[in-house]
C-alpha cells in the first residue's frame, strides 16, 4: 500500500525552526521527484518546495518558493526513504498545513496527481 505520512509540524515562535519529515512506505521514493505544499483555508495552496529524483537526475534539482528561499531547504534520505524540509526563520505567514505529493510537476512545484499524498502535518507560527 502506497502511503505518505508527514510529521514535524507544531507551534513555534517567529525567528524559529521546524524540521519536518516525509516517509514513504509502499513505493521507492527515490524514483519520484516530491514537493512540499502548503495550504491555508484563506488561500490557495503553494508549492512551497520540490526536489528531482536523484534516479533521473544526479544533481538533485530543487525548486523554492519566492518566499521561503533563503530559509527553507528540501533534502532526501534515501535509505530512510525521507523527504525532509528545514524550516528556518519562520514567520507567522509560513502558518499552514504541509504535506508532500509525489505526482508533481518539477520546473513548476506545482501537482500533477494527488492520489500520492500525506495527511499534513500543521505548522503554526505565532507569538
Known amino acids: 500500500q502506497v502511503q505518505l505520512v508527514e510529521s514535524g509540524g507544531g507551534l513555534v515562535q517567529p525567528g524559529g525552526s521546524l524540521n519536518l519529515s516525509c516517509t514513504a512506505s509502499?513505493?521507492?521514493?527515490?524514483?519520484?521527484?516530491i514537493g512540499w505544499f502548503r495550504q491555508v483555508q484563506t488561500k490557495e495552496r503553494e508549492g512551497v518546495s520540490c526536489i528531482s529524483s536523484t534516479v533521473t537526475s544526479s544533481g538533485g534539482v530543487t525548486y523554492y518558493a519566492d518566499s521561503v528561499k533563503g530559509r527553507f531547504t528540501i533534502s532526501r534520505d534515501n535509505a530512510k526513504n525521507t523527504v525532509y524540509l528545514q524550516m528556518n526563520n519562520l514567520k507567522p505567514e509560513d502558518t499552514g498545513v504541509y504535506y508532500c505529493?509525489?505526482?508533481?510537476?518539477?520546473?513548476?512545484?506545482?501537482?500533477?496527481?494527488?492520489?500520492?499524498r500525506g495527511q499534513g502535518t500543521q505548522v503554526t507560527v505565532s507569538s
Open positions: 505529493v509525489v505526482g508533481i510537476y518539477l520546473k513548476t512545484c506545482t501537482v500533477r496527481d494527488e492520489s500520492a
Open positions: 509502499g513505493f521507492t521514493l527515490d524514483y519520484y521527484a
